[in-house]
Structures are given as structure tokens and as C-alpha cells.
């Protein structure tokens, strides 16, 4: 190395003062907000976006096939039929006693001659009179929450005190209802997949274009002797950053997104449109478990981002070799 | 210090650009590399900085054979060697202070612990004042200096200059060679490519001329 200090070259070399910057010590390696990585924040942005609201509609799915699939399995019916020789009156009242007496039964309800005439008005038309028709009687059973109810024993006893009285669990349509709930969910899994498979292709692509402009840096680099680790740590955090950021706002966009769903949804439960919209959805809300996986999208997606830009860097290594 | 045994060089199935090439370059010397448009003078850069490997021959730098090398083996041996790029890739996004101290950037040293020593070598090639400048606001010349201040930060052994005054005018070109000169009596070995006649009469030293693919040493 020549000394350090040359009269000869200082007067010779020296141009005049033109200070252009301010002192930098520390600038990234990695360029920061450069048009491609702006473009990239914005794609990742957008698809975890989309990926989030899919997640959000598979949990919301998901929950109002787990209500409704509850909802049927909750209530039961003790159907008596009326019988030659018997009092149809004193065997609901008998049968309304039997249930009663099941432990794990938290209301037995028997249906008036006025509601059943109710039920059956759309039918039969208004102002019928079930004394001239031997219509049964309805008892709706319903089970206390989490609790098991021995409905074996109420088959039974039934059977045996009250021979006009058969017991519906409801036991098909549970089935039904447990195969529509997880064919829902199923669908709503592929098309996650579909979407996440899209993101994480659109992530992909936008890294490496991305990368692409960064070519001369990670040339420079390597002929200055940094390691082939030293520059692709470099552009992993830079990347993992870009994805976490753009992550953080198409997720956050959702999770906000959601929220205010389940606040107007809350809101209009009381209105007849809500009640219609709460009965065949529930209520919105992807709880917990939805707002976990919305985050963890976010972490694959910068991952794939950060994964994405190594790979590209050793790529381009190995052709500079 | 550099060996280069009965070296060739191809690419693809292509034909041979360098043939049989065997010479030296001993610690404290200078050379020009020199020849026409196509004789191969980049690729011999690109072999000498361990960019490319040769398709056959040997080729010992610094006492290690090169085939034998792993990468990180050959990022070590790279930071001995400094290279000044006819187009000088510097960063746009660093200042030139910063792109003059990236070889000891990537060496995992604390900006602290250089910063003097990079001030006091923009001064030296007159470029003190532009330390906080961003490379696209200097001339040529000023990126030129600031290329060669970078290839010679970490003090390499071997410095090799791939026409470095092809982008200047000939005072500007001097006043290069003159820097050249200084560093290489400082000990480093300087291996400087040009098409430039006039600045090789200007300086006595070896030439090494490429003429189809093969090479002529004048001593």
C-alpha cells in the first residue's frame, strides 16, 4: 500500500469542493425501496390479501356447518300418534313426563293443538280443527349443552309406558348434515390451496424479477470476496423483511376486515335480514383459530419470499462461477 | 506468486480463445496485458481473478492449486487479489465512501475500525471531497478513481486493471498510471490490460501481448 499521504497526488487528483451527500456509513447492501421491491411488497400485499380472506371464509364455513350440524343434534322429537283406545292427551303428558325424568334432558316441550294447527296451516289451510283429524302430537326435546343424555333409555321406557310414542333423534339428519358440513369444509380447504398455491407462485415470480435488478449487487459483492453465505444472508433478511411488510398489510387489511365483519354482523343479528343471514351462517366470526392462520400465511408467504431470494442467489453464483 | 501451466481455455464446445499459456507474475511486479479486440485479454482477467477455471492446464495462485478449491476457499483467495473493472461496477446506491469500503465490509469489520484508513485513501486519489457523493454524480474519472481506491482498500497482493483508461482522457489516463506505479512500489503486483500504446510507452515495464489466443511475453 503507498503511503497514505501524497503531496504529489493530492494536489494532482483532487477536484474541487462539490459535497453532493450527506456522511453515510451504513447503507443497507441490499438497495432499499427500489421500484421492484415496492412492486413486490405490493404483490405480496395482495395475495396474502386473497389468501387471508379464503382462510377467513373456510373458518367461517367451517363454523356454521358446526352450528348448524349442533342445532339439529340439540333438539329431538317424541312424535305420539293417536291410537285407538288410548287418550292421546295423557300419553304426551306421560311422554312429556318420561323425558323429563332422562338426566342430560334440559327441556321437553309438547306442542299444543294450536301450534301443531300452526305447523300445518300451510298446508291444510287456516281455521282447522285437529279433533276431526287424527294428526299426532309433537314433543320437542332438547338436550342441555354438553351434556350426554341416555336417549337409549328413553327409547326404551317409551316403548314399553307409552306404545303411540316413537322417539326421532334426528340421527339422518345429523349424518346428512355432518356430510354437507365436511364436504363444505373440504371445498373450502382446495380452494385455499388453490389460492395459497397461486400466492406462493405470484411471490415466486415477483422475488425473482425483483432479484433480477439486484444482479450487479450480488456481482460486486462476490468480486470483492464477500462469501457466497455473506451475500445470500444479506438478501434473505432484506426479502424476508419485504414479505413480512407486505404480509403485514394484506393480512393486517384482513384481520381488520374481519373484525368489522363480525361487529355489523353482531349489530344487525336483531333485524330480520340478520336473523335470516345469523341462521344460515352463524354468527361471522373465524375466531381464534382463523386469525392464527391468517398470521401464519403471513409468515409463509414472507418465508417463500426470503426462501425465494437465497435460492436466486446461489443461482446466480453459481453462473458468475 | 501467479502460475499458469500450459493453460487453455473454451467455452461450451466453442473453440480454444486461450492456448497453452504459461508464464509468472512475481510479487512487486508490473505488467501490462495487452493485444487486439478478441485476443482473449478478458478471459486471462477472468482466470487470473478466479472467475472462470481454465478447461485445462494449471493455474497455482498464492501456492494453491485453484482446481482444488472449495468456494468459500476461493472467496479467501479472491480478497487478495483486487480487480478495477473497465466499467467499474460501483453501487449507486452507496456513497463512494461506502462502495470504497465495502471489500472490508464484507471482511465482517466494524465500520469504526476502518473508517480512517478509507478517508485517508479518498484523500490520496483525490477524491476526499467526494467521500458523500453517490456514484452517479461523479465524472469518469472520479469513478475510476474511486474503483481502483475499492480493488486497493484491502491492501491485495495482485491488482489487476481491466482498461482503466479507457473511459478517461490521456492526462486523466497519466495521472492513473502514475497511481499504479505508486502502488505497485508500495508491493503490490499490478497487472494492467489496455489497447492503449501511449500509455504503455509511457512506462517501462513487461509486456504480455495475446495474439490468437496465444501468449508473447516481453520482458
Known sequence: MPPMTDDRYETDLSTPSRRSGEPRFDTPIVPRNSISGRALVAVVAIMTFLASMTVGAVFQVRHAAADWQSDVAKEMTIQVKPMSGRNIDDDVARAVALAKGIPGIAGVKPMSKADSAKLLEPFLGAGLSLDELPVPRMIVVTLASGAIADLAQLRRVLASEVPSASFDDHRGWVERMRAMALSAVFAGVVVFALVLAATILSVTFATRGAMATNRPVIEVLHFVGARNAFIAGHFQRHFLLLGLQGGAVGGGAAIVLFAILGLVSRWFSGSVGGQETSALFGTFSVGLAGYLAVVAVIVLIALVTAFTSRHTVNRTLEAID | ?219
Open chain 2, 1 to 219: 506468486m501467479v502460475r499458469f501451466e500450459n493453460v487453455g481455455l473454451r467455452y461450451g464446445l466453442g473453440p480454444e480463445v486461450l492456448r497453452d499459456l504459461s508464464f509468472r507474475i512475481d510479487p512487486h511486479s508490473f505488467q501490462f496485458l495487452t493485444g487486439p479486440s478478441g485476443a482473449g485479454k478478458t478471459s486471462l482477467l477472468k482466470l487470473l481473478f478466479l472467475s472462470l477455471k481454465p478447461t485445462r492446464g494449471l493455474i497455482t495462485q498464492f501456492g494453491h492449486d485453484v482446481a482444488t478449491l472449495n468456494k468459500d476457499a476461493l472467496s479467501a483467495l479472491r480478497r487478495r487479489v483486487g480487480i478495477v473493472f473497465q466499467d467499474f461496477r460501483l453501487l449507486d446506491h452507496m456513497t463512494t465512501y461506502e462502495n470504497v469500503a465495502l471489500p472490508l465490509r464484507v471482511m465482517g469489520r466494524q465500520e469504526d475500525s476502518y473508517r480512517d484508513e478509507v478517508i485517508e485513501l479518498l484523500n490520496w486519489v483525490g477524491l476526499g471531497e467526494r467521500m458523500w457523493a453517490l456514484p452517479p454524480v461523479l465524472s469518469g474519472g472520479e469513478k475510476q478513481r474511486a474503483a481502483i481506491a475499492r480493488a486497493v482498500i484491502a491492501r491485495p497482493q495482485l491488482l489487476l486493471a481491466d482498461e482503466p483508461t479507457g473511459n478517461v482522457d490521456p492526462s486523466l489516463g497519466q495521472r492513473l498510471l502514475r497511481l499504479f506505479i505508486e502502488l505497485n512500489k508500495s508491493g503490490t503486483s499490478v497487472v494492467i490490460a489496455t489497447h492503449d500504446i501511449a500509455l504503455m510507452d509511457q512506462y517501462d515495464a513487461r509486456r504480455l501481448v495475446l495474439h490468437d489466443g496465444r501468449l508473447h511475453i516481453y520482458d
